[in-house]
């Protein structure tokens, strides 16, 4: 019922920025939270942000400071800026959508690479 395509992932420096946007298309209106998810290699898949309609925002602590998570409901897109990157971000960042009845829907990913 939700389709979700992420974008903006690649290869980046230490210290560098990323932006990666994720857009929700088919039954939009059914979703509340959105968020970011990554898996690193060998890892177990973590949360990263979130964000529900209300406009609060929720982050990992290794997030905190450095990435901003955003949404526009209009165009049924969520965002993550990344800054200040570090090899340890590197991982597959995937993008989720929970709906009012707590379904979770998630995108195919997007690899961030960050070389030290």
């Known amino acids: 019922q939700v389709q979700l395509v992420e974008s903006g992932g690649g290869l980046v420096q230490a210290g560098g920025s990323l932006r990666l946007s994720c857009e929700a298309s088919?039954?939009?209106?059914?979703?509340?939270?959105m968020g970011w998810y990554r898996q690193a290699p060998g890892k177990q898949r973590e949360l990263v942000a979130t964000?529900?309609?209300?406009?609060?925002?929720n982050y990992a602590d290794s997030a905190k400071g450095r990435f901003t998570i955003s949404r526009d409901n209009a165009k049924n897109t969520v965002y993550l800026q990344m800054n200040s990157l570090k090899p340890e971000d590197t991982a597959v960042y995937y993008c989720?959508?929970?709906?009012?009845?707590?379904?979770?829907?998630w995108g195919k990913g997007t690899l961030v690479t960050v070389s030290s």
């Open positions: 964000t529900p309609r209300s406009g609060s925002t």
């Open positions: 989720n959508a929970r709906n009012w009845n707590r379904a979770d829907y």
């Open positions: 088919g039954s939009t209106l059914t979703i509340n939270v």
